[in-house]
């Protein structure tokens, strides 16, 4: 992750669901004008999805810089639901390390796939996911939104 050798992954827990929710909100935030209202990540009720036991943070000594959250679909798929990474944090490859991670995790579970879509009114992830391998499926409405899905064979 970009020379970031004090950087640690690991499992969320209940202490950590008031810091991704900050987080995620925060991550966000920027994005809610462009949509007209809150992305759906930052509507989340984490304390629920962290007790899947599916979310993995990206950690520097105590503070939270990123959050995944990826689950099982059908056909032997992984949805990677939720990325944020911290405004100050941003630019130093935790995003690509947290989805890597995530890829090994789904890997490591017999997916055959990733899945990921984003809001068409978010260009960050637009960029990043084709440098990652992923290549656009479709673009469609779902839930209120306007997004852009998006896979990779794993």
Known sequence: MNGQTNLIL?????????????LVTEAFAQYT????????PALYDYAE????????????G????GVIYIYP???????????AVSEAARGRGIA???????EDQARA????????????????PQALYPKLGYRETHRGESDGYSRIHYEKAL
């Open 96 to 102: 690509t390390g947290l989805i890597r991670a995530a």
């Open 109 to 124: 579970e017999g997916a055959r796939l990733m899945r990921v879509y984003t809001n068409v009114a978010m260009t960050g």
């Open 49 to 60: 999805i962290v007790a899947r036991g599916r979310v993995t943070l990206a950690l520097a």
């Open 10 to 22: 690991r499992a969320a827990t209940s202490g950590d669901v008031s810091d991704i929710t900050k």
């Open 33 to 40: 004008p462009l949509i007209g209202k809150p992305p759906a």
């Open 62 to 65: 105590q503070a939270m810089l």
């Open 73 to 83: 679909e059908e056909e032997g798929a992984m949805m990677l639901d939720v990325l």
